[in-house]
């Protein structure tokens, strides 16, 4: 049937499943090879086949030994369905890369199933990232996650892991319950709070300035600044991590370190909020440091003006910073009473130093 020679109505029909006499293992393998033929209208068939096969057959094969590849294509047809997720689970050559994309896609509930796991995400670390990652996934049980990966010396590739981690071992893990936890609620509540405050980071921070030139949290952010000032820091660290840039911007100026530097290493900044951030005088010195290492924000002209013209940015990272400024920057900034005299008597030096050339 998988030759290339065989009749066209017989690959057909086993693109659809169709193959009297064999048992499910063999039926759904078939229709598993057909799914990756170069024939498009083939390779479409057999992946609708594999959508909708009976749950009979499916959890017949998956009794079986199936090959990882097998495996990896039922995982990403069945991702949203418990009874083969679980079979997944217990798959003896089940791949990391089809249990990180169950873990990707899952809702609260099949995050669950996943999570309860311990010895498959222990062999699978990158399964851990992929739950943590997924905003679906109960926060409690994104503690846990870390816990589990803190107590088996895991280091995780995600962000904040560091932090995540020092926060989840001066905390006391909530133990898995049928119902989600008040800190599970508190932060649905927070997403969807936040949800109605978008921030277009184009033309606005959460602060404005007041009279005497310090940062005030603008009023319509002060619900959402409320509900998160009532978080965990672990919570507050995941909402940093994966959370909207009103979000972001709030937690930047957290007075707990592990906090705002969760947020200034959010994979989810953008240009734009790096900006705002290198400008705000209420950050502190580890996030500046963050920013001013980071040389995909360094690349743009205004994220280098704002260190070098911020007070509180560290002195040897402004001084990096001078030599690439603008001739009307170093102007400006030899003039200004805001930069340090460091920072001035090395704006100066540039300024000799381009005159000579």
Do not use: W
């Not at 895991?154 to 049928?178: C, G, R, S, V, Y």
């Not at 007041?210 to 409320?226: C, M």
Request: proline share 5%; aromatic share 4%; charged share 25%.
């Amino acid at each position: 049937m998988l030759a290339d020679n065989a009749p066209a109505p017989l690959r057909m029909m086993a693109a659809k499943g169709i193959a009297p006499g064999l048992k499910p293992e063999a039926i759904v393998t078939l229709v598993c090879a057909f799914a990756q033929n170069s024939s498009p209208e083939l390779a479409q068939t057999a992946r609708q086949t594999l959508e909708n096969f009976p749950e009979a057959m499916l959890q017949g094969a998956l009794a079986t030994d199936l090959q990882p590849r097998v495996l990896e294509l039922l995982a990403e047809a069945h991702h949203a369905e418990a009874g083969v997720v679980s079979r997944l689970l217990a798959a003896r050559q089940i791949t990391s890369f089809a249990l990180e994309f169950v873990a990707q896609n899952a809702n609260e509930a099949i995050g669950e199933l996943v999570a309860a796991s311990d010895s498959v995400l222990l062999r699978f670390p990158r399964v851990i990232e992929k739950l943590y990652l997924n905003k679906r996934v109960r926060m409690s049980t994104a503690d846990r996650l870390v816990d589990l990966a803190v107590r088996n010396n895991l280091e995780l590739n995600i962000p904040a892991f560091k932090q995540a981690a020092a926060a989840i071992q001066n905390q006391l893990i909530p133990e898995a319950t049928e119902e989600p936890s008040f800190d599970d609620e508190l932060f649905k509540q927070v997403e969807q709070l936040s949800e109605q405050v978008p921030i277009d980071v184009e033309e606005e921070d959460t602060h404005e300035l007041n009279d005497e030139g310090e940062e005030e949290l603008k009023r319509k952010y002060q619900p959402l600044y409320a509900q998160l000032g009532s978080m965990t820091i672990s919570q507050k660290i995941r909402r940093a991590t994966l959370g909207t840039g009103a979000e972001r911007m709030l937690l930047v100026r957290d007075r707990n370190r592990l906090v705002a530097t969760a947020a200034a290493t959010s994979p989810l900044l953008k240009e734009n909020e790096a900006t705002l951030i290198a400008s705000s005088r209420s950050v502190i010195d580890d996030v500046l440091r963050i920013i001013a290492q980071n040389k995909d924000f360094t690349r743009v002209h205004k994220v280098k003006l704002n260190l070098v013209s911020n007070p509180r940015t560290p002195f040897t990272f402004s001084s990096r910073l001078i030599p690439l400024l603008r001739d009307s920057d170093l102007k400006m900034l030899v003039k200004s009473k805001n930069v340090s005299n460091a920072v001035q008597t090395c704006v100066r030096q540039q300024l000799d130093r381009k005159k000579k050339e």
